[in-house]
């Protein structure tokens, strides 16, 4: 079985005669977001073992991905044999909680509507809040009591979704309505935790939860994520969700894309595999030379840094002067770093600038972190935030594409 194709077939008819998403956009609506960096010292200082931590999590994710696609779909993600077995797990360092870089915002959910905060993550496809049942895990969040909603319902499953460094979210799932930019999902699936994995408390995380925009293949619960719920019940007329992520006013768009934030045509990558927002690239450059070709990336708004193989990645720090390898995975650069480095997608460069690859001075040491991380054989990239603060993006799923364009 293939859940997400149904729906977008089914939504096709409206879209071919319709005009490109750039003209239909007046009808979304903007809700701001909020960044934190989970991978800073109290000083602001990048502690390079919690960038690394984050990457181990960033994989726990993406194999818990694959497994439910498997278990959705019953055939193999065909990208889930590069992810392999070494870099499925944490490599034995010390335990670190949750050290993403995130982007969260807020929602309404039940009858009365309460608000709680969510992490936005396109790298995976479930909706999770703590309980009001839940142990002191979830102390300090606010939280999600379902008898106080007149249109809470159990839907008698259980749900556990594991976390790389051997902790779970778990607890129950319910349908409930979750309202997101003001457009109502009814008998929304969303799970509600009775225990929260050390990543997810209150002083590790300031989201009360996380709200997954992947394909539906992807989600743990078998279900229809948020935005496809929007989609399927006519809430949202263009299946298009956009993210603009700047020091401030970053913003996720329900419905389409905000004109005042980007400039000229969009680019697409399309999505070969309907589960992550995954795609092809055409290189890296840097320096203007190109380093490598064609690989695939997952474009994921859940992770800090591009992340690639270590190889892969120590060819790029290989053409950026003053560059180190700082170990597990890092690298730091020179203060002044100053070297382009582009990522092109469909003929189409896109820069990161210095000053977004620059992650900022590494904790005791005078040099800078480098905004591309490696774990050791991951077969293809994973596209976060480093490089998404350079570029408007457009998720479609209505013709399963990324869209990118210059920022306005
Ligand atoms: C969402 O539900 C609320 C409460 O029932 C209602 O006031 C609002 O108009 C709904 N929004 C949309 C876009 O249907």
């Known amino acids: 079985m293939y859940f997400s194709p149904a729906l977008v077939l089914a939504a096709l008819p409206f879209l071919v005669a319709a005009a490109p998403f750039e003209e239909r956009s007046r009808n979304g609506i903007s809700i701001p977001i909020a960044k934190r960096s989970g991978f800073r010292n109290a000083n602001g200082a990048v502690d390079i073992a919690k960038l690394q931590a984050g990457r181990q999590l960033t994989v726990a994710k993406i194999w818990r991905g694959f497994e439910a696609f498997e278990k959705n779909t019953g055939a193999a993600h065909p990208s889930a044999p590069r992810l392999k077995r070494s870099t499925k797990r944490g490599n034995g360092n010390r335990l670190i909680d949750d050290s993403?870089?995130?982007?969260?915002?807020?929602?309404?959910?039940?009858?009365?509507?309460?608000?709680?905060?969510?992490?936005?993550?396109?790298g995976s496809s479930d909706l999770f809040l703590p309980g009001s049942n839940c142990d002191s895990t979830c102390s300090g969040h606010t939280l999600y009591d379902p008898s106080s909603s007149s249109t809470s319902s159990d839907a008698g499953q259980k749900f556990e979704l594991k976390y790389g460094d051997g902790s779970t979210v778990s607890g129950e799932q319910y349908t409930d309505t979750v309202t997101l930019a003001g457009f109502n999902a009814t008998r929304q699936r969303l799970g509600v935790a009775t225990t929260?994995?050390?990543?997810?408390?209150?002083?590790?995380?300031?989201?009360?939860?996380?709200?997954?925009?992947?394909?539906?293949?992807?989600?743990?619960?078998?279900?229809?994520?948020?935005?496809?719920?929007l989609v399927s019940q006519g809430q949202v007329s263009t299946p298009v969700f956009s993210f603009y992520f700047a020091e401030s006013g970053s913003e996720l768009y329900?419905?389409?894309?905000?004109?005042?934030?980007?400039?000229?045509?969009?680019?697409?990558?399309?999505?070969?595999?309907?589960?992550?927002?995954?795609?092809l690239f055409d290189s890296i450059s840097v320096n203007g030379k190109t380093v490598f070709g064609r690989e695939r990336a997952i474009i994921d708004t859940g992770t800090t840094q591009v992340i690639g193989d270590a190889r892969s990645v120590q060819a790029i720090y290989d053409q950026i002067p003053g560059s180190k390898d700082a170990g597990d995975g890092t690298w730091t650069i020179l203060r002044n770093f100053n070297t382009p480095i582009s990522i092109t997608f469909r003929g189409k460069a896109f820069e990161i600038s210095p000053s977004t690859f620059n992650l900022g001075i590494a904790s005791g040491s005078?040099?800078?972190?480098?905004?591309?991380?490696a774990l050791d054989g991951l077969e293809f990239w994973i596209v976060g935030d480093v490089f998404l603060q350079n570029v408007y993006t457009a998720f479609d799923l209505g013709y399963d594409r990324v869209g990118f364009a210059s920022l306005a």
């Open 100 to 122: 993403e870089q995130l982007w969260y915002g807020s929602i309404t959910v039940g009858t009365p509507a309460v608000t709680y905060t969510v992490d936005f993550d396109t």
């Open 196 to 229: 929260y994995s050390s990543g997810f408390q209150s002083d590790q995380f300031p989201a009360d939860g996380l709200l997954g925009m992947g394909y539906e293949s992807l989600s743990s619960y078998g279900a229809s994520p948020v935005f496809q719920s």
């Open 254 to 279: 329900i419905g389409g894309t905000n004109q005042a934030l980007y400039t000229g045509p969009f680019t697409y990558m399309p999505v070969t595999t309907r589960g992550y927002w995954e795609g």
């Open 366 to 373: 005078s040099d800078c972190v480098g905004g591309f991380g």
